[in-house]
């Protein structure tokens, strides 16, 4: 066998490649960024291409062998920088397959890039027409709604209604009203049967005589003028007067009040009485509030209030004879309630002599001056009479008296 075969041979018998990641991963450094696989699939390329040219140039030689009648050919070795050559030639290929496959690649993503920019356009255009009919629909239902509302205004019939906040009561009245309906372009009017009117959805409205009203309410649609006409009556009570009158004697007072209702007295001194025409004493002196409350048949109340001045109940005489014959020997006031006052007497003569001086309804004038035992002439004198309650309220009485 040649030497050149025997060449080939070894080298095809030999030939291996690497398996191992740390051998690719040196190799991968020397070559563009790109997949692993793809790397590898050219690294066999290349072996194999190396392969294919020693089979070749055997094939070459043993052709020009057989022509030359089995000559004898010098083998030339191969020189050590035509294998590089080859090698440089080799990665040159691989580096343009790459270069290739990336353009290739790129090309792909542009297209698809292009595909989606295309769909995403068709749609945004779906969406515009959508967005265009939903509008399209939109004014057609607000045309559709104008007309359908154009048609139930000239149709539409008010309704008259009112809610009043009170349906009667008692002299004066406060009452409001407040119409119900509640439709765009309504238009009221209240008429009262005592003149009052109003053209407002509520109305106040103060009845000041008693007696039935009518209230009326027109209720008018602007669209088409129909008008809804509803009613009510309200009904006023009088208010009872509460008038007195009161007359006194020597031991109380007594008063006249109105018939046919319900009375309350309130005499100031801490006591009262429903009695219609009642009798009092009292027991203090000086100014008090005499209230009436009167209620009729109705409920409604009315009271009145009116200042009494009140003077003690007591008598004394305007003449006495000091004889010592037992009767009419001593001259003292004599009081109703005298537990309930206090008092001072004071008699003088006809010059405004001093003559006898009392704080005690136990202590009477004897007629002597000054309680001595000299009698006072017979004649005229005067008496001052001062009285307190217990409260502190005071009175001063005057008068004249005879000593015969």
């Not at 009452?175 to 053209?199: L, P, R, V």
């Not at 006052?341 to 004071?346: A, G």
Request: proline letters at 3%; one cysteine or more; aromatic letters at 12%.
């Amino acid at each position: 066998m040649m030497q050149l075969e025997k060449y080939i041979k070894n080298k095809l018998n030999t030939f291996e490649y690497s398996d191992k990641a740390s051998d690719w991963n040196e190799f991968e450094k020397k070559l563009p960024k790109q997949k692993i696989s793809i790397t590898k699939y050219f690294v066999i390329g290349a072996a194999a291409t190396v392969l294919i040219t020693l089979i070749g140039v055997y094939l070459l030689n043993s052709s020009s062998n057989d022509v030359n009648n089995k000559q004898i050919t010098t083998i030339i070795p191969v020189k050590k920088s035509n294998i590089d050559k080859r090698t440089k030639k080799l990665e040159n290929i691989v580096n343009d397959n790459i270069q290739k496959e990336e353009v290739k690649n790129t090309k792909i993503a542009i297209k698809d890039n292009a595909n989606i920019l295309q769909k995403q356009i068709s749609n945004n255009k779906q969406i515009q027409e959508s967005e265009k009919d939903i509008t399209d629909n939109l004014t057609k239902i607000k045309k559709e709604k104008a007309i359908s509302d154009n048609i139930i205004a000239d149709n539409y019939q008010p309704k008259s209604s009112f809610h009043a906040s009170s349906q009667h009561g008692c002299l004066p009245l406060n009452i409001s009203f407040k119409a119900n309906e509640n439709h765009e372009n309504i238009s009221y009017k209240w008429e009262f049967s005592d003149g009052f009117t109003s053209n407002s959805k509520i109305v106040n409205h103060i009845f000041k005589k008693a007696g039935e009203y009518t209230v009326k309410l027109f209720t008018t649609y602007k669209n088409n003028h129909k008008t809804s006409i509803s009613e009510q009556t309200i009904t006023i009570y009088p208010i009872p007067k509460a008038d007195f009158s009161y007359t006194k004697d020597e031991d109380a007072y007594y008063f006249d009040g109105p018939d046919n209702n319900e009375l309350s007295w309130n005499f100031g001194d801490n006591t009262t009485t429903n009695e219609i025409d009642p009798e009092h004493v009292f027991k203090l002196i000086g100014e008090t509030n005499i209230e009436l409350t009167v209620k009729n048949e109705f409920g409604c109340i009315s009271s009145r209030k009116e200042k009494i001045n009140i003077s003690p109940i007591f008598k004394i005489a305007n003449a006495f004879s000091p004889d010592n014959n037992g009767f009419n020997d001593e001259f003292s006031p004599i009081f109703e309630y005298p537990e309930n006052y206090d008092f001072e007497l004071y008699i003088y003569n006809s010059q405004g002599k001093l003559y006898f001086k009392s704080s005690s309804v136990n202590q009477s004038w004897n007629g002597k001056i000054n309680n001595t035992e000299q009698l006072a002439e017979k004649g005229y004198y005067l008496w001052k009479l001062i009285i307190s309650d217990k409260y502190g309220n005071r009175i001063i009485k005057n008068g004249n008296l005879n000593i015969k």
